[in-house]
């Protein structure tokens, strides 16, 4: 009984399987410069499509009431609901039907509610119930005044300094200060894209969608630091008489954990495309389905910048320390000579 | 690490799982759900603008005299709690939206005025006289002028223990009065007592100094005034509604009036007499709040999210479970247990700490707990790779799990650490349903690294050494199991 990994010539192997082994030899640090143009790339598209769209802000941060109806007689249709809320001088409106084994479900959000607790909701109620044959009890309120937005921002970006600096400090003990800049970067790219992405595609933005922008950056800066990790690891035994480059070595590290990164994603994105799919056919659980969508875009691109931003820029600004610019130079020059 | 020291850790570990369930059954806990879940209503308050920085004390303050408002409506238990600035009431089951938002943003200004004039509804003037009754008021009535206000639009119940009749607004009847004499700051104490037949109750009040001779004064004044005349009703205005014109009673002598500081408000019930006592002892809120937010869930609706989040959980537990099984086969299975494992520690804990914390688990709860499937499942995916390196490196199924434990250890600890950071600064800094998020993430990490130092290790240690399991190519350790092309066999 063998024991040890028979050693079959590369030439059996298909990619697949070398890369399921770890054993694949994609070049990520060497093609640094095709990241840092895609990268800069889509901060840029980011940016633009921040400011050309900017972004939707759901009723939680422009102040406005959202209105769940269940068991809505059938025959009721978007169109008439719209009139009946004019006729009760609603202007704006979304309505959303949703049907599910309890019956027919109505969501209407509407921003021109003025007061959380005034008068003009009790008249929208009356409206929708007339409409809709739906006592007031089965009515579902959720009103949100108009200050209330920015009192949740101005508390996600307190908690999102808070947690960076935290992260600085943490990384800069456990590895070193030059990892810690990498993940900053790193994890500010994410920030960019998620936001970017949100601009461009024009999701609505609530509560929830700020809240999973804070999980995605825990989850990339994870995936960050298990990249990190194994780098020190390798890197640990590199000195002076090294036949490899902290670069090389850093790539290798990489593949190593590619295997790891591709799952640990698909297995996060499932549990959490499961909640977006089941979310997405439930009334009044916005919570639910916002809070999987911005994680299900957030954790993508978490593991794509784990990979190839937060590694290639740790070489780039590990290779400027003297003692591995030394190595850097010593075995191209070497390795010139041997050519 | 011995075989002995994996079985004793694998016992240990599953007597204290057993042991958190057995409590669960013997004492009969439940998860304590919350509003989302099993309906209510949800109110969130945020200081108005233009006062500037509110204090600490001021705010526990508010949050006294919003618990006592609250408890006057009989809701079982209410929760009401502040974060920051921002202040959350928590109302349970089957609660009135509008009921709560009234008695919470009642600012309660009391005051007592001279009666003028009784227009009653029909009469000459009555629809010219002051505002219409059906529309509420903007702003608290002037206090140094005449003012012309609507009676209350509910009136006593007709039976005791009746539901209180709703008066139309055009058939409330409307006062002219005076400017107010005694302003509720001068009341200092009041409270609900039986009067002196011991049948019907009363509200005692109790003023300070300045307002007990202002009173005297006033009651003074009314009593000079013949019998059955309006003028000699005296008004008690509550939020620019009259709530009762009460006459002096006959034997109150002329300029003398009630003296000692204290008087009492006939009440026809028991809740009514209450109910104004704790309005005028909690009295106005010391600072001016806008409501946030206002959330009513009904019970179906908060089932149906319970059912959806718990599908979502197991969908995606059986999903991660079938990618498990294809990566790594009888490894993978056992990372099936290990995730099994978690999942009944996290509901396990939930349960217990909804007892004996009062921790709700709410949506955004378990979509934190299902969030961190995938932290677990990437500490088991951790330990596999890094076992598969091993192997490759050219040690012993033995030693490579041995090894494999101890650099995945170090990863799973890294890692958390980071994850666990995030969910305790979400945790402080959040408010609402976020802080639920935070700490169900938080307290998966948590058990997350637990059971890897536990439960992962003795099971993958323990499978490692059987010589039987660990030669099965199902079991999936051989090196060939996962070195081989698939499907074909090695040469």
């Known amino acids: ?339 | 690490m011995a075989k002995g020291r994996l079985v004793t850790i694998l016992v240990v570990f599953l007597v204290a799982v057993g042991a958190l369930w057995g409590t669960i059954f013997a004492l009969g806990y439940s998860p304590q759900l919350g509003l989302d879940l099993q309906g209510g209503v949800s109110i969130t308050l945020i200081p108005a603008p233009g006062q500037g920085e509110v204090d600490q004390e001021v705010l526990d303050q508010t949050v006294t005299i919003i618990r006592e408002r609250i408890d006057s409506l009989g809701v079982a238990e209410p929760e009401i709690s502040r974060q920051g600035e921002t202040i959350q009431v928590q109302l349970p089951g089957v609660a009135d939206q509008e009921q709560a938002e009234q008695v919470i943003g009642r600012t309660a200004q009391l005051q007592f005025r001279r009666v003028l004039e009784v227009i009653q509804p029909g009469s000459e003037g009555y629809a010219e006289a002051g505002r219409d009754c059906g529309t509420p008021a903007r702003a608290a009535p002037a206090a140094d002028s005449q003012v012309v206000l609507c009676e209350a639009a509910t009136a006593p119940p007709v039976e005791a223990g009746g539901e209180p009749t709703r008066i139309p607004a055009n058939q409330r009847p409307k006062y002219r009065m005076g400017p107010v004499t005694v302003a509720g700051e001068q009341v200092d104490d009041a409270s609900a007592q039986l009067d002196q037949s011991g049948f019907g109750w009363e509200t005692a009040l109790d003023f300070n100094r300045e307002g007990g001779q202002a009173f005297a004064d006033m009651t003074g004044t009314l009593a000079c005034e013949p019998q059955g005349s309006p003028l000699r009703q005296l008004a008690i205005v509550l939020d620019g509604v009259v709530e009762a014109a009460p006459p002096v009673a006959e034997d109150v002598v002329c300029e003398q009036g009630i003296t000692g500081g204290s008087a009492v408000i006939t009440a026809s019930s028991e809740g009514e007499a209450r109910e104004l006592a704790i309005v005028l002892r909690t009295g106005a809120l010391p600072i001016q709040l806008d409501f946030a937010t206002s959330q009513s869930v009904s019970a179906t609706l908060g089932r149906d999210s319970l059912a959806a989040g718990l599908q979502a959980g197991f969908l995606g537990l059986a999903l991660v479970g079938i990618y498990l099984v294809l990566l790594y086969r009888g490894m993978g299975l056992a990372a099936v247990v290990e995730l099994a494992m978690f999942g009944i520690i996290v509901y396990g804990l939930i349960v217990v700490l909804g007892e004996t914390a009062g921790f709700t688990l709410t949506l955004a709860g378990i979509a934190g707990i299902i969030v961190s499937v995938g932290i677990a499942a990437d500490s088991s995916i951790i330990y596999r790779e890094r076992y598969r390196d091993e192997i490759r490196a050219g040690r012993t199924i033995r030693t490579a799990a041995e090894h494999a434990f101890s650099k995945a250890w170090r990863t799973n600890l890294t890692g958390n650490t980071v994850s666990f950071l995030a969910a305790v600064v979400l945790y402080f800094l959040a408010i609402g349903p976020v802080r639920g998020f935070a700490f169900t993430l938080g307290l998966s990490t948590l058990i997350d690294t637990l059971l890897f130092g536990t439960f992962t290790r003795a099971l993958f240690g323990l499978i490692a050494r059987n010589p039987k399991l660990a030669r099965s190519p199902f079991v999936g350790l051989r090196a060939d199991s996962f070195t081989a092309p698939v499907g074909g066999t090695p040469r």
């Open chain 1, 1 to 339: 009984m063998s024991k040890t990994a028979r050693a079959l010539p590369p030439t059996q192997r298909s990619a697949l399987q070398r890369f399921l082994n770890g054993q694949s030899d994609f070049d990520v640090v060497g093609r640094s410069r095709l990241w840092l143009i895609i990268s800069v790339g889509l901060v840029l598209a980011c940016f633009v499509g921040l400011l050309a769209r900017g972004l939707n802000f759901g009723i939680d941060f422009t102040g406005g009431t959202s209105f769940v109806l269940e068991g809505v007689n059938e025959t009721v249709d978007a169109e008439e609901v719209r009139d009946a809320l004019g006729a009760v001088g609603v202007r704006e409106s979304i309505v959303q039907f949703v049907d599910s084994e309890a019956g027919r479900g109505l969501q209407v959000s509407t921003p021109d509610v003025e007061e959380v607790a005034g008068t003009e909701r009790d008249q929208i109620i009356a409206a929708l119930t007339a409409l809709t044959g739906v006592t007031r009890e089965q009515v579902d309120v959720n009103a949100v005044g108009p200050r209330w937005g920015a009192q949740i921002s101005r508390q996600a970006l307190e908690g999102l300094a808070v947690f960076l600096i935290l992260v600085v400090i943490y990384i800069t003990i456990r590895f070193e200060l030059r990892m810690a800049i990498a993940a900053l970067v790193t994890l500010l790219h994410d920030i960019v894209v998620t936001i970017g992405i949100y601009a461009i595609v024009g999701f609505q933005v609530s509560p929830a969608s700020v809240i999973a922008l804070l999980t995605i950056l825990g989850y990339s800066l994870y995936d960050t630091v298990v990249v990190f990790d194994r780098v020190t690891e390798n890197t640990e035994r590199l000195g002076s008489a090294s036949s490899r480059t902290y670069g090389e070595v850093a790539n290798e590290a990489l593949n190593q954990v590619f295997v790891r990164s591709l799952s640990t994603s698909i297995t996060s994105l499932l549990p959490v495309g499961a909640l977006l799919f089941i979310g997405a056919n439930l009334l009044g659980a916005e919570t639910l389905s916002d809070l999987a969508l911005a994680l299900f875009v957030g954790m993508g691109i978490g593991t794509y910048s784990s990979l190839v931003v937060a590694a290639p820029l740790l070489v780039w600004l590990k290779e400027r320390e003297p003692r591995y610019a030394e190595l850097k130079q010593r075995l191209s020059t070497r390795r010139r000579r041997v050519v």
